[in-house]
């Protein structure tokens, strides 16, 4: 099974901060990579797919980058609706499996 | 609009069953590719299963494989978890998910609440 290991696991941040968060794969998943947000006793939400795609409807501060086995979100200047967890997930082969996420919470 | 809701959640004793269900609507279901995720109290998001349009390829996690059975009525718009010999640890929200071009997730339904225990 492919290992999905984000970082960090939770960070503190301020309104119009640049956040970036990573993940990593254990092997090569070249980009079948996606990106969710998470809020509290919320179904989760796709941010951004094939690594690097942004979903319709998702605001443009929201980006992905990366292939191989390394990627990043980065949120170019965080909003307050932006904290919640952000969760990636490889979709290269079964088990589809998810990172163990990143807490985002207000500094 | 495209939409899942999920139902069939709720309190079961370890070793019971459980159905849930997935109605879909929106969208023409059996063109698309199918998933259960789950997420137990305070934690992560597990992938559970995937099935095919047709319903013809079907994968598990290793935790529930022999347990589980996933399906799918194309004529209903439905999909279908088949939960047998439940476990403690597989109390969770269980959410669908439709898998659309480059295998992404979206939507989700709002999930159902599955509790295992005695």
């Known amino acids: 099974d492919i290992q999905m290991t984000q970082s960090p696991s939770s960070l503190s941040a301020s309104i119009g901060d640049r956040v970036t968060i990573t993940c990593r794969a254990s092997?090569?998943?070249?980009?079948?990579l996606n990106w969710y947000q998470q809020k509290p006793g919320k179904a989760p939400k796709l941010l951004i797919y094939a690594a690097s795609s942004l979903q319709s409807g998702v605001p443009s501060r929201f980006s992905g980058s990366g292939s191989g086995t390394d990627f990043t979100l980065t949120i170019s200047s965080l909003q307050p609706e932006d904290f919640a967890t952000y969760y990636c997930q490889q979709t290269y082969s079964t088990p589809r499996t998810f990172g163990q996420g990143t807490k985002v919470e207000i500094e | 609009e495209v939409q899942l809701v999920e139902s069939g959640g709720g309190l079961v004793q370890p070793g019971g069953s459980l159905r849930l269900s997935c109605a879909a609507s929106g969208f023409t279901f059996s063109s698309y590719e199918m998933n259960w995720v789950r997420q137990a109290p305070g934690k992560g998001l597990e992938w559970v299963s995937y099935i095919s349009s047709g319903g013809t390829t079907i994968y598990y996690v290793d935790s529930v494989k022999g347990r589980f059975t996933i399906s799918r009525d194309n004529a209903k718009n439905s999909l279908y978890l088949q939960m047998n010999s439940l476990r403690a640890e597989d109390t969770a929200v269980y959410y669908c998910?439709?898998?659309?071009?480059?295998?992404?997730?979206?939507?989700w339904g709002q999930g159902t609440l599955v509790t295992v225990s005695s």
């Open positions: 092997q090569s998943i070249s980009t079948y």
């Open positions: 998910a439709r898998e659309g071009g480059a295998r992404r997730f979206d939507p």
